[in-house]
């Protein structure tokens, strides 16, 4: 760095301490972007800044704005890492990521410095991004099943925590989906998005005949789903799977506690792991219809092996299918009838509580303008 350049930036900042000591604080990208044209105005020597541009307010941090750093579509750099992102098919992706896991690093400057001052093209940033479109796509194939606009379409996908913290979310009236890092990082997460996915969905039916916005009231979907799961609650108790399914090595079906109706769509028997069906209507669609899209011959296989159990689950199970075969089909879930006798079906549906809010750690990812870094960065001249 130049004397000169030394010198700009030091009433760069020099301005930015002024305006903190005088002013009150305002968090918004506004303020920022107006504390950022005050301290630029502030760096030409003997520079005038009028006293009402001084006094306006400032947010408690300021720091460097997000930038278009290809591959990602905008990137936010932090003292301690990047938080990255991908917009593509209205789906929006984040995922922070420490320096030292991208492989930047300096021994000269700083490494949000080495960051900003490089390529952006680390091999390893690449192939994160290339992971960061497949989410977003295959996140964009569960949008598309729902109807353009509504809230529960899943706007944000944030990689954040370990398998406890994935699960469908909203944030600030939309939809959002917390997929772990363990299953990011291994690309193993289209099983998990066709299932929170699902959730979306369901979430959307069991909403949509009140016409109002926030009302809890089902459609014919929502109610005939809670229907069969109330029904299939009384089927024969059989063990939960612990593995894929095997005709050759069938899961075991004595001296269980969950009904056969609900297991035989358990995510593990179609994905290897996970799923909860038997918890309530909306477990059971998620994993239902997770396997219906993923993997719909082992998801029939495990359905038929289980009917063998109990010869009430074969019809319905066969209306099940015929239903997951209409979802995102405007014209056929339209001709769709409410039960004969619905009071099992809402009872069923008044134990399925909204998508909790996402507020406790993916603060940087929710709002990535409140991640501590530098305020300012000057790469040196050759």
Same mark, same amino acid.
């Given at each position: 760095?130049?004397?000169?350049?030394?010198? +700009?930036?030091? +009433?760069?900042? *020099?301005?930015?301490?002024?305006? =903190?000591?005088?002013?009150?604080?305002?968090?918004?990208?506004?303020?920022?972007?107006?504390?950022?044209?005050?301290?630029?105005?502030?760096?030409?020597?003997?520079?005038?800044?009028?006293?009402? /541009?001084?006094?306006?307010?400032?947010?408690?941090?300021?720091?460097?704005?997000?930038? =278009?750093?290809?591959?990602?579509?905008?990137?936010?750099?932090?003292?301690?890492?990047?938080?990255?992102?991908?917009?593509?098919?209205?789906? &929006?992706?984040? &995922?922070?990521?420490?320096?030292? /896991?991208?492989?930047?690093?300096?021994?000269?400057?700083?490494?949000?410095? *080495?960051?900003?001052?490089?390529?952006?093209?680390?091999?390893?940033?690449?192939?994160?991004?290339?992971?960061?479109?497949?989410?977003?796509?295959?996140?964009?194939?569960?949008?598309?099943?729902?109807?353009?606009?509504?809230?529960?379409?899943?706007?944000?996908?944030?990689?954040?925590? /370990?398998?406890?913290?994935?699960?469908?979310?909203?944030?600030?009236?939309?939809?959002?989906?917390?997929?772990?890092?363990?299953?990011?990082?291994?690309?193993?997460?289209?099983?998990?998005?066709?299932?929170?996915?699902?959730?979306?969905?369901?979430?959307?039916?069991?909403?949509?005949?009140?016409?109002?916005?926030?009302?809890?009231?089902?459609?014919?979907?929502?109610?005939?789903?809670?229907?069969?799961?109330?029904?299939?609650?009384?089927?024969?108790?059989?063990?939960?799977? &612990?593995?894929?399914?095997?005709?050759?090595?069938?899961?075991?079906?004595?001296?269980?506690?969950?009904?056969?109706?609900?297991?035989?769509?358990? /995510?593990?028997?179609?994905?290897?792991?996970?799923?909860?069906?038997?918890?309530?209507?909306?477990?059971?669609?998620?994993?239902?219809?997770?396997?219906?899209?993923?993997?719909?011959?082992?998801?029939?296989?495990?359905?038929?092996?289980?009917?063998?159990?109990?010869?009430?689950?074969?019809?319905?199970?066969?209306?099940?299918?015929?239903?997951?075969?209409?979802?995102?089909?405007?014209?056929?879930?339209?001709?769709?009838?409410?039960?004969?006798?619905?009071? *099992?079906?809402?009872?069923?549906?008044?134990?399925?509580?909204?998508?909790?809010?996402?507020?406790?750690?993916?603060?940087?990812?929710?709002?990535?303008?409140?991640?501590?870094?530098?305020?300012?960065?000057?790469?040196?001249?050759?």
């Amino acid at each position: 760095m130049t004397p000169a350049e030394r010198w +700009r930036m030091l +009433r760069h900042e *020099a301005v930015h301490r002024l305006q =903190q000591l005088h002013t009150s604080r305002e968090e918004t990208a506004a303020a920022r972007a107006g504390a950022e044209r005050l301290a630029q105005q502030g760096e030409e020597l003997g520079r005038w800044l009028p006293r009402a /541009d001084v006094l306006r307010p400032v947010p408690a941090l300021l720091a460097y704005p997000p930038q =278009q750093y290809a591959p990602f579509t905008q990137v936010w750099i932090g003292h301690a890492g990047l938080v990255g992102e991908v917009v593509q098919s209205q789906v &929006t992706v984040r &995922t922070f990521s420490r320096y030292e /896991d991208l492989g930047v690093s300096s021994k000269q400057t700083s490494e949000a410095n *080495a960051y900003a001052c490089g390529t952006h093209q680390a091999a390893t940033i690449t192939a994160q991004v290339k992971k960061m479109t497949e989410v977003a796509d295959a996140t964009a194939n569960a949008n598309a099943k729902l109807p353009a606009g509504v809230a529960q379409r899943i706007a944000l996908v944030v990689v954040f925590g /370990d398998a406890s913290s994935a699960g469908y979310r909203t944030h600030q009236g939309k939809g959002l989906m917390v997929l772990d890092k363990e299953s990011f990082e291994k690309g193993a997460f289209a099983d998990m998005i066709a299932h929170e996915g699902a959730h979306a969905i369901f979430e959307f039916h069991a909403t949509a005949g009140g016409g109002k916005a926030g009302a809890r009231v089902p459609d014919p979907l929502a109610l005939r789903v809670a229907d069969l799961f109330a029904r299939l609650a009384t089927t024969t108790l059989v063990p939960a799977p &612990t593995g894929k399914f095997d005709p050759k090595a069938p899961p075991p079906v004595k001296d269980g506690a969950q009904p056969a109706g609900h297991v035989m769509v358990s /995510d593990t028997l179609w994905s290897g792991t996970g799923g909860h069906p038997w918890e309530n209507a909306d477990e059971f669609f998620a994993s239902a219809y997770g396997g219906f899209l993923r993997a719909p011959a082992l998801l029939k296989a495990s359905i038929a092996f289980y009917a063998k159990r109990d010869a009430r689950i074969a019809p319905l199970a066969s209306d099940l299918l015929d239903l997951l075969g209409k979802v995102g089909k405007p014209k056929e879930l339209g001709a769709l009838k409410r039960p004969p006798k619905p009071a *099992a079906a809402e009872q069923e549906l008044a134990k399925v509580n909204p998508p909790p809010e996402f507020r406790s750690g993916g603060g940087w990812l929710l709002d990535p303008s409140t991640m501590p870094g530098p305020d300012r960065i000057v790469c040196l001249t050759p």
